[in-house]
């Protein structure tokens, strides 16, 4: 069985520009899950997508947005890009909201 | 809102020597507790959990973690760490399950010869 997979594994870009993000989850899972991990903060919760909806989102700006298809594929999609959105961000997908989060490898976004 | 502390960003250890990792929480209710796990260059993997009964939980690659709530701890613990164990484990509570999942900062493991 194939894990969740996120693309692309690196990314790069400039200020300003904007970034998207994929995630393919675990087959039959329903639940993605999008984190931001940011070099000395740890892991930051960013949205929940469920069903198609989203269903909840951290403290982050707006210029952060994601989708989920009928698949259950997601992206989370940076608008306006700054310095500070450097960070690891993984995907993690769920059978629903009531059973284990399963972890992709993450797409490492550099902002020069 | 919850919280979680790890006090200890960095901790280095002999391989076969015993291991404890430290995480305190904070949240008003009986909490979901969690550790995970993550290589260098991976994403996280669920070591164990504790969401009700016993309050010594049993986990994979040999990890227990003991609640305590009196403390507000949640310490992981494995008596012989290998080689292999070094990474970066974190501790997380959650308000209800595997939703609304609050990380801390993360503990780095080094384990030397």
């Known amino acids: 069985e194939a894990g969740v997979t996120q693309s692309p594994t690196h990314l790069i870009k400039t200020r300003g520009q904007q970034a998207t993000l994929r995630c393919s989850p675990i087959?039959?899972?329903?639940?993605v899950y999008w984190y931001q991990q940011a070099l000395g903060l740890g892991l930051q919760f960013l949205l929940w997508y469920d069903e198609g909806e989203e269903r909840n989102r951290g403290n982050f700006p707006p210029r952060f947005s994601g989708r989920q298809f009928p698949n259950y594929s997601s992206e989370l999609n940076v608008n306006a890009l700054e310095l500070e959105d450097s960070a690891l961000y993984l995907c993690?997908?769920?059978?629903?909201?009531?059973?284990?989060?399963?972890f992709g490898d993450g797409t490492r976004l550099s902002i020069l | 809102a919850q919280s979680v502390t790890q006090p200890d960003i960095h901790i280095t250890v002999s391989e076969g020597a015993s291991l404890e990792l430290r995480c305190n929480y904070s949240y008003g209710a009986t909490p979901y507790l969690f550790w995970y796990v993550q290589s260098p260059g991976q994403g996280l993997q669920l070591l164990l959990k504790y969401f009700s009964g016993d309050t010594l939980v049993q986990g994979i690659k040999g990890f227990e973690a003991e609640f305590k709530r009196s403390q507000s701890s949640f310490n992981l613990r494995k008596p012989s760490v290998h080689w292999s164990d070094a990474a970066e484990y974190f501790c997380a509570v959650g308000a209800g399950g595997y939703q609304k999942v609050t990380f801390g900062i993360g503990t780095k493991l080094q384990v030397i010869p």
């Open positions: 087959s039959g899972h329903t639940s």
């Open positions: 993690a997908s769920s059978l629903d909201r009531d059973q284990p989060q399963h």
